[in-house]
């Protein structure tokens, strides 16, 4: 009967809680795949969204390029007799360099000759001999494009290059753009052609989507591969003359893709697509200009005239992305059922015993040892007389060696004896105190710790002991400690962000108000930035905003503060400042440290600074009221920069 009453006892307690423990795990392993899928799903979805952003942007260019140049007044001079071909050749030659994504620019007369042709081959631009150059009034763009009126261009699909009727090696995905050219009457003059490069544009929007295994592709709306096939796959049926489709290999994905669906996930993967109108992107970044596009009438070209845009995540990725842990869930979850049965079967043995006298001090003994967190058990004095392992792994103490020591000895502060004596009467008439303390461990290391104490009376003796037990929180105010630095200061320099620039603002202005100082504020804002960033790259242009916080930082004083507000804009605050003429002066070094050429790697690279400043309280005592006025001054001397830098580039 004692047999099957500990049996009974057993099942009573392990059924329970294995259930409970297994649907909690259950509900907590959906709860996060749902989570992780939703958060997978919105980062695909948020990366495809940059990257045909990118394409627009990168459309914008072009469309402003065929703009300018079919208007250009080299172009007119030329038509005009005034200027020569060869001058013409030149500054398409310089415009292909700067660009870098056309593969031609060419201008053909009225008869469709091409006059100039500027060829974009090996990173370097050419113009094509006058004996290669072709009429080409058979070609669609240039029959649209020539009976085009003003303000109107033609765009054709994405294709393969050709010449002389054959595709081109190594190939040259191209967009053709062919606008109608006007003399100053006028009269009909010709068409511009511009051959885009279209590959360094799709691996350009496509890179940033191969991200956590995500395999980007480009197909055209019959689903023939442009971007993200297989070898082979690719231009096929420009190749080949054979289809090789997106449906072949993911066929309910084709159908989903076609019924709408821009994110979803089948037996394949996760999916997330985008269909973009090439057109609707030409047309959306010429918002600023009033034209019209006309698009390729050749039927075998006008699957190209859109595109699916997405990113494929295999199956076998996804499905690692959703349970990252799903291993080592599986092994917890054995353990803890491992633990539940050990303490089923503890339990089950203990109400054998639970009639003895010992039951009470065996089960609190086994507790003690079991416990991660320090367990202290003191007299009623504060003596200690019993420690657990916890408290050994937390302060580095044995047994032996904190027995009989009061408990301020572990204290950071351990002749404040006062303080822990009003702990415990505390603990004494309330039953507990909590808070937080500051420990020395046996290295002289000191770290936190969040403790409870709890008077325990005996009624036997009347006496009251006392049982203290401790968790190390010091990790956790570290992490505390880094989430406010990182939500207060700029990642890319290191500086304090707006944030924290205007706390300290505030604070430094009430400083001056209760002291009687001055306090400059200098708002700063780089000249020629952009085209840094335009021309080198985002990479470079970090650099040299690192750069620019660090010289602002090493030129004003220790206890000023550099701040950068965002983009290329920075802050200082300079406390105690004794007029505006040190304001100016500080203002003019930061100036000089900026102007300094930039070494980065192999390039120097120099920008400028509009300064603007206002003083408190001379000019406001309203800190919004500074920050306008500064911003205000710094705007005005943009300004006369450059209307200075115009009149003597026109002197």
């Known amino acids: ?44 979805a948020f990366a495809l969204e940059k990257s045909v952003a990118l394409m627009r942007e990168r459309i914008n260019v072009v469309v402003a390029d065929l703009l300018i140049l079919s208007e250009s007044h080299q172009l007119d001079a030329m038509i005009e007799g005034r200027s020569s071909i060869a001058q013409l050749a030149g500054e398409y030659e310089l ?4 660009r870098g994504i056309y593969d031609q620019i060419r201008y053909l007369d009225n008869s469709g000759m091409e006059v100039v042709r500027v060829n974009y081959g090996n990173g370097i631009p050419f113009t094509v001999p006058e004996r290669e150059l072709q009429n080409k009034q058979d070609r669609s763009y240039f029959k649209l494009a020539s009976r085009a009126p003003r303000g109107t261009f033609y765009m054709s699909g994405i294709d393969l290059n050709r010449e002389f009727g054959e595709i081109e090696r190594p190939l040259k995905p191209v967009i053709r753009l062919a606008s109608p050219v006007f003399d100053r009457f006028g009269d009909r003059s010709g068409v511009l052609v511009l051959n885009l490069r279209a590959k360094p544009t799709l691996d350009e929007v496509t890179a940033p989507l191969a991200r956590d295994g995500a395999r980007p592709f480009v197909t055209d709306t019959d ?12 231009w096929a049926r420009d190749l080949s003359n054979e289809d090789a489709l997106f449906a072949d290999r993911h066929g309910e ?15 394949q993967g996760f999916y997330t697509v985008d269909q973009v109108g090439v057109s609707e992107l030409l047309m959306a970044g010429s918002h600023g200009h009033q034209v019209s596009v006309i698009l390729d009438d050749d039927l075998a070209q006008a699957s190209r005239l ?41 339990y089950a043995w203990t109400r054998r015993r639970q009639l003895t006298a010992s039951f009470g001090a065996r089960l609190s003994e086994r ?14 004095d504060g003596i200690i007389r019993k420690v657990n392992p916890g408290f050994t792994a937390m302060t580095g103490y044995l047994p032996n060696e904190a027995v ?10 351990r002749d404040n004896v006062d303080e822990l004596e009003d702990i415990l ?16 461990r046996k290295d002289g290391k000191f770290f936190y710790a969040n403790v409870v104490i709890s008077a325990i009376s005996d009624p036997e003796e009347g006496s009251v002991h006392y049982v203290e037990m401790g968790l190390d929180i010091s990790r956790h105010m570290e992490n505390a400690q880094e989430l406010w630095r990182q939500a207060n200061h700029d990642a890319l320099t290191g500086l304090p962000n707006r944030l924290l620039f205007e706390d300290r603002f505030e604070v430094a202005c009430g400083h001056a108000e209760s002291e009687k100082y001055a306090v400059a504020l200098l708002y700063i804002d780089l000249d020629g930035f952009k085209p840094i960033n335009d021309r080198y790259g985002h990479e470079v242009g970090d650099k040299v905003l690192r750069l620019v916080g660090e010289r602002i930082r090493e030129t004003v004083r220790n206890g000023d503060t550099v701040a950068r507000l965002g983009g290329d804009e920075f802050a200082v605050i300079a406390e105690e400042v004794d007029n505006e003429e040190e304001a100016e002066w500080i203002s003019q070094k930061i100036q000089a440290a900026i102007q300094r050429p930039m070494e980065i790697g192999s390039l120097s690279i120099s920008v400028g600074a509009s300064i603007g400043k206002a003083i408190y309280p001379n000019d406001s005592r309203d800190t919004t009221g500074l920050l306008g006025l500064a911003d205000d001054q710094m705007y005005r001397q943009k300004r006369f920069r450059k209307g200075s830098e115009k009149m003597q580039a026109k002197a």
């Open 1 to 44: 009967m004692t047999r099957f009453g500990h049996l009974k006892s057993f099942l009573v307690c392990f059924v329970p809680l294995c259930v409970v423990f297994l649907l909690i795990v259950a509900l907590l392993a959906w709860e996060g795949v749902n989570v992780r899928a939703k958060k997978i799903a919105d980062d695909q």
């Open 306 to 346: 859109n595109l699916f845009i997405g990113t494929h995540l295999p199956d076998h990725q996804y499905q690692t992305l959703l349970t990252p842990g799903l291993n080592v869930l599986v092994i917890v979850s054995v353990v803890v059922v491992i633990l539940i049965a050990i303490g089923s079967a503890a």
């Open 95 to 98: 415009f292909a360099l700067r």
């Open 253 to 267: 994905a084709w159908a989903r893709m076609q019924a709408g669906e821009t994110s979803f996930a089948t037996d």
């Open 223 to 234: 689903g023939n591969w442009i971007v993200g096939g297989e070898p082979g796959e690719n």
């Open 404 to 413: 009989g020591k009061p408990l301020a000895f572990v204290r950071a502060e």
């Open 425 to 440: 009467t505390a603990a004494r008439v309330s039953g507990t105190w909590e808070g937080e303390v500051r420990n020395r």
């Open 367 to 380: 507790v003690l040892e079991a416990s991660k967190n320090s367990v202290v058990i003191t007299d009623p």
